[in-house]
């Protein structure tokens, strides 16, 4: 489910990717095209047979496995309605030696979940039972209200452009007794809206569960009951299921999940929104998933509900990949390829489709790997495959020199990702990372995100206005700009569901990080400082010569100070607490969040009327140069901290998150 916050990407085009795309229905259902400079290679192109494809996994798959401490994985190959390999790589249980078994074993699916529920909804689609613009309040018994004026579609659902700020409290557990009914679960926390329907790409687990319940409504069928009669059982999907726990019957078949396959396998990882998320299925299911879209719907949908859904693509950072209803694109080496990836603490799963050539690919991992390896080596997989069995040779134009670096200059800045969590105290990770574009040694741009398979910063070419691509690479990054200045911009592999919006000034952590820090080392020194002088005056009997007032408003600043280290410290104790443990998400540290809701403004404020007091008595006394400066200091350092405080939400109440 797309659970780590380590996901991110960027986009656009010739003069399109100059202006605002238009968002209007018309153009959301325009049939998509990929729009590469690409020509046939005059290479030779090996047969795509099994024993081909056998021969390239077993050259790869155990290597990556094995270089990346990786438990195991499965990978499954589908061609003209047949599985042409489905393979097994590792172990499901490590310490057992159980190795991966295909056709039997389970693996969680995370986000791949999510194309059941589009499929089950195209299917009441299909029955004339749900309208895909029309406002999704009239299937639900609680109110999603409008935003700027636009209510939510099943369209904007399906494209991830219902406007939502991230939720993440309840969503995951590791206790059944905490996975609420899916009504429940929706109802007890609305999210904010932070994007007016249909404008924006912003992936969220929420909308997709809220197309879920609403299919629990429209069919008069539980959700699981529902995809079991009429996902799984026509597609023959024996071994798959949403429902937690997991049926005594598939338990013993369930791979175990690892951070490290070098380590200890992680509890069994549940989801509150069942929908985006909670699938478990064996690779040889997710072949016949596979298999049913690419035989024009299968026994799922009818060829033209199918085709509905795969090419009715909404692509809002021109000319990257756009969203389909429910796939996204992830078109290479101008094959046009639909795509779901689904990531959980640890199990990795995607799966590719090329609908003209009626070809798939898919692959689950049951760990994460070293520094999180999952993601380069499913992302190395489809492209080798793609460059073993479509292979093209890439042509692109370029941009005048002159014109390359003035439309660098207009990239540098900070952005943030439009799937963010934009309203509650976790905006404060954001101090971690927002993403920076800068110039590079010969004036183009970097960035310190979408870095390559290896980790290193790739490099990027211009090759039309405002459209990049990475040297030597697939990859394209495209901005628009508006009134002469970069708004926006994504890249390929995430511009369905993921922009990169500029951040305003006074939010841009490019200066603030630096200023929250050296803040905080000020505020330590001088909380250090505070008792290391008294006990110096006490060794040689030196008295503080200050007036009563003037040392009250010393005392009082240096206490201040060292209680706003402790509160920032205890800021991040909590929050890398939450997000490091599932249990932790559904309201078990709710005391330690309302202690600091309740400490923090006293203090920061506590701080600045101590430092300002402090600065008065230091300046009309008889105070040196140095206690003048660092009076200033402290002043600065005040200001920062509630500035923080108030701009990410550290300053606020309420247990929403």
Same mark, same amino acid.
């Given at each position: 489910?797309?659970?780590?916050?380590?996901?991110?990407?960027?986009?656009?085009?010739?003069?399109?990717?100059?202006?605002?795309?238009?968002?209007?229905?018309?153009?959301?259902?325009?049939?998509?095209?990929?729009?590469?400079?690409?020509?046939?290679?005059?290479?030779?192109?090996?047969?795509?047979?099994?024993?081909?494809?056998?021969?390239?996994?077993?050259?790869?798959?155990?290597?990556?496995?094995?270089?990346?401490?990786?438990? &195991?994985?499965?990978?499954?190959?589908?061609?003209?309605?047949?599985?042409?390999?489905?393979?097994?790589?590792?172990?499901?249980?490590?310490?057992?030696?159980?190795?991966?078994?295909?056709?039997?074993?389970?693996?969680?699916?995370?986000?791949?979940?999510?194309?059941?529920?589009?499929?089950?909804?195209?299917?009441?689609?299909?029955?004339?039972?749900?309208?895909?613009?029309?406002?999704?309040?009239?299937?639900?018994?609680?109110?999603?209200? #409008?935003?700027?004026?636009?209510?939510?579609?099943?369209?904007?659902?399906?494209?991830?452009?219902?406007?939502?700020?991230?939720?993440?409290?309840?969503?995951?557990?590791?206790?059944?007794?905490?996975?609420?009914?899916?009504?429940?679960?929706?109802?007890?926390?609305?999210?904010?809206?932070?994007?007016?329907?249909?404008?924006?790409?912003?992936? !969220?687990?929420?909308?997709? !569960?809220?197309?879920?319940?609403?299919? $629990?409504?429209?069919?008069?069928?539980?959700?699981?009951?529902?995809?079991?009669?009429?996902?799984?059982?026509?597609?023959?999907?024996?071994? +798959?299921?949403?429902?937690?726990?997991?049926?005594?019957?598939?338990?013993?078949?369930?791979?175990? =999940?690892?951070?490290?396959?070098?380590?200890?396998? =992680?509890?069994?990882?549940? +989801?509150?929104?069942?929908?985006?998320?909670?699938?478990?299925? !064996?690779?040889?299911?997710?072949?016949?998933?596979?298999?049913?879209?690419?035989?024009?719907?299968?026994?799922?949908?009818?060829? @033209?509900? /199918?085709?509905?859904?795969?090419?009715?693509?909404?692509?809002?950072?021109?000319?990257?990949?756009?969203?389909?209803?429910?796939?996204? $694109?992830?078109?290479?080496?101008?094959?046009?390829?639909?795509?779901?990836?689904?990531?959980?603490?640890?199990?990795?799963?995607?799966?590719?489709?090329?609908?003209? $050539?009626?070809?798939?690919?898919?692959?689950?991992?049951?760990?994460?790997?070293?520094?999180?390896?999952?993601?380069?080596?499913? /992302?190395?997989?489809? $492209?080798?495959?793609?460059?073993?069995?479509?292979?093209?040779?890439?042509?692109?134009?370029?941009?005048?020199? #002159?014109? @390359?670096?003035?439309?660098?200059?207009?990239?540098? =800045?900070?952005?943030?990702?439009?799937?963010?969590?934009?309203? !509650?105290?976790?905006?404060?990770?954001?101090?971690?990372?927002?993403?920076?574009?800068?110039?590079?040694?010969?004036?183009?741009?970097?960035?310190?995100?979408?870095?390559?398979?290896?980790?290193?910063?790739?490099?990027?070419?211009?090759?039309?206005?405002?459209?990049?691509?990475?040297?030597?690479?697939?990859?394209?990054?495209?901005?628009?700009?508006?009134?002469?200045?970069?708004?926006?911009?994504?890249?390929?592999?995430?511009?369905?569901?993921?922009?990169?919006?500029?951040?305003?000034?006074?939010?841009?952590?490019?200066?603030?990080?630096? /200023?929250?820090?050296?803040?905080?080392?000020?505020?330590?020194?001088?909380?250090?400082?505070?008792?290391? @002088?008294?006990?110096?005056?006490?060794?040689?009997?030196?008295? /503080?010569?200050?007036?009563?007032? @003037?040392?009250?408003?010393?005392?009082?600043?240096? =206490?201040?100070?060292?209680?706003?280290?402790?509160?920032?410290?205890?800021?991040?104790?909590?929050?890398?607490?939450?997000?490091?443990?599932?249990?932790?998400?559904?309201?078990?540290?709710? %005391?330690?969040?309302?202690?600091?809701?309740?400490?923090?403004?006293?203090?920061?404020?506590?701080?600045?009327? +101590?430092?300002?007091?402090?600065?008065?008595?230091? %300046?009309? &006394?008889?105070?040196?140069?140095?206690?003048?400066? %660092?009076?200033?200091?402290?002043?600065?350092?005040?200001?920062?901290?509630?500035?923080?405080?108030?701009?990410?939400?550290?300053?606020?109440?309420?247990?929403?998150?």
């Amino acid at each position: 489910m797309r659970f780590t916050w380590s996901r991110a990407m960027l986009a656009a085009a010739m003069m399109v990717g100059v202006m605002a795309p238009s968002v209007n229905p018309t153009a959301a259902r325009t049939t998509p095209k990929p729009v590469d400079a690409l020509a046939p290679s005059p290479l030779p192109t090996p047969a795509m047979t099994k024993s081909d494809i056998d021969a390239w996994l077993d050259g790869y798959m155990p290597y990556a496995l094995k270089r990346g401490d990786a438990a &195991g994985a499965v990978v499954v190959v589908v061609k003209d309605g047949k599985v042409l390999t489905q393979r097994g790589f590792g172990y499901a249980d490590v310490g057992a030696r159980r190795p991966v078994d295909p056709e039997t074993t389970v693996f969680k699916q995370a986000s791949v979940s999510k194309l059941i529920t589009w499929t089950a909804v195209m299917q009441l689609v299909e029955q004339g039972k749900i309208d895909l613009d029309r406002d999704i309040n009239a299937y639900l018994d609680f109110r999603i209200p #409008a935003f700027a004026g636009k209510p939510i579609t099943m369209r904007n659902l399906m494209t991830h452009t219902g406007g939502f700020d991230e939720v993440q409290r309840g969503l995951n557990s590791y206790d059944p007794k905490k996975i609420p009914s899916l009504g429940d679960a929706l109802k007890r926390q609305v999210p904010y809206r932070i994007y007016a329907p249909g404008t924006t790409p912003a992936y !969220s687990n929420y909308g997709t !569960s809220l197309a879920g319940y609403i299919v $629990e409504r429209v069919s008069g069928l539980s959700y699981n009951d529902y995809v079991e009669r009429h996902i799984f059982a026509p597609a023959g999907m024996t071994r +798959s299921t949403f429902r937690q726990p997991l049926p005594a019957r598939l338990q013993p078949l369930m791979a175990n =999940g690892y951070m490290l396959g070098s380590g200890k396998p =992680g509890p069994f990882e549940l +989801s509150s929104l069942t929908p985006s998320g909670a699938m478990a299925a !064996s690779g040889a299911d997710m072949a016949r998933f596979m298999i049913a879209h690419l035989d024009k719907g299968g026994p799922l949908l009818k060829p @033209a509900t /199918a085709a509905q859904m795969h090419d009715t693509v909404l692509r809002l950072v021109p000319p990257l990949n756009g969203m389909a209803l429910g796939f996204y $694109e992830q078109n290479i080496n101008g094959r046009r390829a639909l795509s779901h990836a689904g990531d959980s603490l640890n199990f990795h799963s995607q799966l590719w489709i090329f609908p003209e $050539e009626k070809v798939g690919i898919y692959m689950s991992m049951n760990a994460a790997g070293t520094q999180n390896v999952s993601g380069p080596i499913r /992302a190395y997989l489809f $492209e080798a495959f793609a460059d073993r069995y479509f292979p093209f040779a890439q042509r692109d134009g370029r941009v005048d020199a #002159a014109t @390359a670096r003035e439309h660098a200059r207009m990239m540098v =800045g900070t952005y943030n990702k439009t799937r963010r969590l934009e309203t !509650s105290f976790l905006k404060a990770m954001e101090l971690a990372g927002q993403t920076k574009v800068f110039l590079d040694s010969d004036g183009g741009i970097r960035l310190n995100a979408v870095q390559g398979i290896g980790g290193q910063p790739r490099k990027w070419v211009e090759i039309a206005p405002f459209v990049w691509r990475e040297a030597g690479g697939k990859m394209r990054l495209a901005a628009r700009v508006e009134n002469g200045r970069v708004v926006r911009f994504s890249v390929d592999s995430a511009s369905p569901y993921i922009a990169f919006d500029r951040v305003p000034w006074y939010l841009s952590t490019a200066w603030l990080t630096p /200023a929250m820090l050296a803040s905080l080392g000020a505020l330590l020194l001088t909380a250090i400082a505070w008792p290391a @002088a008294a006990l110096a005056r006490r060794r040689y009997g030196v008295k /503080a010569d200050l007036a009563p007032a @003037a040392l009250k408003s010393y005392r009082l600043t240096r =206490g201040f100070a060292a209680l706003a280290v402790a509160v920032m410290l205890g800021w991040i104790l909590f929050v890398s607490t939450l997000v490091r443990d599932f249990s932790s998400l559904s309201g078990e540290l709710d %005391w330690a969040l309302v202690t600091l809701q309740i400490v923090t403004p006293i203090i920061f404020l506590g701080l600045l009327a +101590s430092a300002i007091w402090n600065i008065r008595h230091v %300046w009309t &006394g008889k105070r040196g140069r140095f206690a003048k400066f %660092w009076s200033i200091v402290l002043l600065i350092s005040a200001v920062v901290l509630l500035w923080i405080g108030a701009g990410f939400h550290l300053i606020g109440f309420g247990t929403r998150f």
